[in-house]
């Protein structure tokens, strides 16, 4: 029996050739007598572990030296506080681009540190959309301007960078790895692993070295990137199977082709899903075709009836996990880099049939 395809937003699917790895690993990592889980984070074994999974993620992302990359926890919700944290420098006042849940959730966050500018915001049109550029009033004292590429309940992403005058700050949680980036047009990047990149409680941060090292008064040591740096993202116990697993991700995705393979794969597969939605006259997308996701497809049935028989159905196919988030209502299906072209089209072929039965 093949595994079902998993089309949770998070945790999510991972390679099915990561797991079978990390199953043959489990009880003894390479002759060294321990699972990975067992090992000292300052041990020779993991310190390799370790190192391996940064140098291939900066090799993948094509990291610039003065780009420190960080291994940390807490998720992406603590960088919510974290950005303002270390980015502020001096400054009272921060751009933010309100264009869903998470930069909302971004945004009241930063408020107990700064005067939150929204420079831009979609939310009357209920993050269908992203603002025009011309209608961006962005602030140019402002100690950066955070946005989030991709906003994983509403579908809906940015697929080119904005520019800014100040270092820009960006949510990268369910679109980092899917497609090459141009890191250097960054001041901090960051992700919660559990959508594209490997399990949950591994936060991954790329920040730029020169905005380190000027935190806001009372920082806590583990919230300062500057000593998290120092330290080689160990000055704690780091989450080191989370870590593992990631690093093993990491090789898949370069055995994969890298990046620019992973980008033409997943603007394919989302095609694949828009064009059977578009032309079902059945399924709905509510999505600016812009800016739609490559990563999170939201749809609706014409009935909210139908979507119980949808999920049921769906899930004796081997289809899991299609609900829409409990905000949006509808369906979901998320097609991070470890769901499979097939799995896309068994998605397709299932839609198709689920309508002409119900439709
Ligand atoms: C899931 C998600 C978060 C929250 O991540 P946690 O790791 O659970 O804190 C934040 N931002 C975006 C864009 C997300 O997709």
């Given at each position: ?38 090992m ?11 190192e ?27 960088q ?46 209920n993050?269908?959309?992203?603002p ?69 409680g591994?936060?991954?941060v ?15 040591t ?53 064009k ?73 072929d ?9 439709g």
């Amino acid at each position: 029996m093949p595994r079902p395809y998993n089309f949770s937003a998070g945790p999510a699917m991972l390679p099915e050739a990561v797991l079978e790895q990390a199953k043959a690993e489990m009880l003894d990592w390479r002759g060294s007598g321990m699972s990975v889980m067992e090992m000292s984070h300052r041990g020779k074994e993991f310190v390799l572990i370790a190192e391996q999974a940064e140098a291939d993620l900066r090799e993948l992302l094509n990291v610039p030296t003065n780009y420190k990359t960080l291994f940390l926890q807490g998720g992406a919700s603590s960088q919510f506080a974290m950005v303002p944290m270390n980015l502020l420098r001096g400054k009272s006042k921060a751009d933010y681009f309100n264009t869903g849940q998470w930069s909302k959730k971004a945004i009241a966050e930063a408020k107990k540190f700064c005067q939150v500018n929204v420079a831009a915001s979609s939310e009357s049109v209920n993050f269908t959309t992203v603002p025009a550029r011309n209608s961006w009033n962005c602030d140019p004292d402002a100690a950066y301007l955070h946005y989030t590429p991709n906003e994983t309940i509403n579908g809906v992403e940015m697929h080119t960078i904005p520019e800014a005058s100040v270092p820009l700050a960006a949510d990268f949680s369910s679109t980092l790895l899917s497609r090459p980036i141009d890191v250097s047009k960054f001041g901090v990047i960051y992700a919660g692993a559990q959508k594209n990149i490997g399990p949950a409680g591994l936060t991954i941060v790329i920040v730029r070295e020169d905005l380190m090292g000027q935190t806001v008064a009372g920082t806590p040591t583990m919230l300062d990137y500057a000593a998290m740096a120092k330290d080689g993202s160990m000055y704690n116990t780091p989450p080191t199977y989370a870590w593992y697993i990631a690093g093993l991700v990491f090789q898949w995705l370069k055995a994969q082709g890298g990046l620019a393979a992973m980008g033409e794969r997943n603007q394919a597969k989302a095609a694949l899903l828009y064009k059977a939605i578009d032309e079902s006259g059945f399924y709905k997308n509510p999505v600016d075709p812009a800016y739609r996701s490559w990563m999170n497809v939201p749809f609706t049935l014409p009935d909210e009836a139908l979507d119980k028989p949808f999920l049921a159905e769906a899930k004796a196919a081997g289809l899991l996990t299609l609900s829409g988030h409990r905000s949006v209502g509808g369906m979901r299906a998320s097609i991070y880099n470890a769901m499979p072209t097939e799995g896309v089209q068994a998605l397709v072929d299932f839609m198709a049939d689920f309508q002409k039965r119900r439709g």
